[in-house]
């Protein structure tokens, strides 16, 4: 697979992993006292990474809306890479050599460490959609193929003007459209919202096997250009006993799944290539058109930022909530997270919103803004459809306002004092376990129980902290198995393959993610 190469790429290949570890500081939640949808302010890259403990590999689906890096630098969203923040940051890490990038070797320098970090939080069956446009194209497929792999990117076309052009007398060509870049974690394993195009409704419904669930069509579900090296490459049987050998959209398990239940269809009297039975009800469980020419348009989007704020202008470049919203109807689950780490106007959250108040879902929201209207645009957004706006109902909803807090350990790897010790505990429970803290005993340096292995974090910041017998009498184990860190240990060796303890000191042994 052919790559792409920049001034600046060895720099940034492996940057997320140098990207200091940041807490978030809870600022205020808006309609209750807690919430599971979160708004950030600051910059995405410190947020994604801040997000890791807690969200790594759980994110459903993403939507972002990044710079298209066309060179305009007037509006309130920077849509381009010259952005003194982004100049220094590339400063900081290209350094000399980042004077002489071009503006497309900036972009890539940017994006490149956020995808990353986007696909270390992205779900095994997750969903990533870019908006862009012809300016970052290309490169964006290219890296984007480099970081998920070159069979887990389809590109989609969204249609953002909806007036039709006059083909007589052509002088020049009008751009109408933008793109939509998919992104899967495994795409093999994705069992939500293949990204395949529904079917061509008739006027008349069929139901040739009288199904008691109603009328269908059928749709593709399998490639007319098979590789045989794919992992959905298989055999399937009709009831008939013919046996149809291609690359199918679906796993063999999955497949196997949906004839059961009697959602594929052999034409030709079993003969035929297999399809999918699509009720009328259902169409969008399954499918998603590749070219999206009625999911609003960016005029539409302008009405609504000056529906809701009262100013079609104080956001130049929103995208419309229909174009967000039937993205994540088609692919998530009602339980499903969503994250936007460019979240602009608020388009994602409103987009949650609104679907969870249509279907009874509970998607939950992740939106990251680092400009200074987060505030001001983004959460105002969010407030005001949770209140309800213009004709539009109330909904039942809240989110957490968080800002960037204090870096977890100091240039020299020291645990920073400042930070909150609960932060602390969460953060060296994920990097042993890949996961939160969720159980509690009588001993306050417990951290939980994985894989029968007991861990304890023993840690003040106002003395040291000794792994001794006087410690060990405090504790109330339930595995054989223990992992215990503290400041110095004085057992000895044989004591400690004795008690099945393993030492680990802090901070030297505390990974830094």
């Known amino acids: 697979m052919p790559t792409l190469n920049w001034i600046g790429k060895d720099k940034v290949v492996s940057h997320h992993q140098e990207v200091p570890f940041k807490v978030l500081k809870k600022e205020y939640t808006f309609n209750g006292d807690k919430s599971d949808n979160l708004i950030i302010h600051g910059d995405n890259l410190v947020a994604l990474k801040s997000l890791l403990p807690k969200y790594e590999n759980r994110i459903d689906i993403m939507y972002i809306d990044p710079p298209y890096n066309t060179g305009n630098e007037n509006w309130v969203y920077n849509d381009n890479v010259n952005d003194p923040r982004i100049k220094k940051w590339i400063g900081e890490v290209v350094g000399a050599e980042g004077e002489d990038l071009s503006r497309h070797d900036k972009w890539l320098c940017m994006m490149y460490p956020r995808l990353k970090l986007l696909h270390k939080l992205l779900s095994d069956t997750g969903i990533l959609f870019i908006s862009i446009d012809d300016n970052e194209l290309h490169n964006l497929i290219l890296i984007c193929k480099e970081i998920f792999g070159n069979a887990n990117t389809d590109i989609l076309i969204w249609r953002k003007n909806g007036r039709q052009s006059n083909t007589k007398n052509i002088v020049r060509f009008k751009t109408t459209h933008e793109y939509v870049v998919a992104c899967f974690k495994n795409k093999a394993k994705t069992q939500i919202g293949k990204i395949k195009h529904l079917p061509n409704w008739k006027k008349e419904k069929k139901n040739v096997d009288k199904d008691p669930r109603g009328p269908w069509e059928s749709g593709i579900i399998s490639k007319e250009q098979s590789r045989p ?131 009874g879902g509970n998607r939950k929201f992740i939106m990251v803004e680092m400009m200074d209207y987060c505030e001001d645009i983004t959460s105002e957004r969010m407030r005001r459809v949770i209140n309800g706006y213009s004709d539009k109902e109330p909904i039942n909803d809240s989110f957490t306002y968080y800002s960037l807090g204090d870096n977890l350990f100091d240039n020299f790897g020291n645990i920073n004092p400042a930070v909150d010790i609960q932060d602390l505990r969460q953060y060296v429970y994920y990097t042993e376990t890949k996961k939160d803290i969720t159980q509690m005993n009588e001993n306050k340096y417990y951290l939980g129980t994985n894989y029968k292995t007991d861990y304890y974090f023993y840690y003040e910041k106002d003395k040291v902290c000794e792994l001794n017998y006087s410690f060990l009498s405090t504790l109330n184990r339930k595995n054989d198995s223990i992992i215990i860190y503290a400041d110095t240990c004085t057992l000895g060796e044989n004591d400690l393959n004795n008690f099945g303890i393993i030492f680990k000191k802090t901070p030297r042994d505390i990974v830094k993610i």
């Open 229 to 359: 090296d794919s992992p959905n490459y298989y055999s399937i049987t009709s009831p008939s006993g013919n046996v149809t050998t291609r690359e199918f959209y679906y796993p063999k398990e999955e497949l196997l799944r949906l004839l059961a239940d009697n959602r594929i269809y052999f034409p030709k009297a079993g003969e035929g290539v297999p399809r999918l039975k699509i009720f009328e009800n259902e169409e969008q469980e399954y499918f998603f058109d590749s070219i999206m020419d009625q999911f609003a348009t960016f005029t539409d989007a302008k009405g609504e930022i000056e529906e809701i704020l009262g100013d079609r202008n104080i956001f130049p470049t929103p995208k419309p909530v229909k174009l967000v919203k039937e993205i994540i109807r088609a692919t998530s689950k009602k339980d499903s997270i969503i994250l936007d780490s460019f979240a602009g106007s608020g388009t994602t959250g409103h987009a949650v919103l609104d679907l969870n108040n249509e279907d």
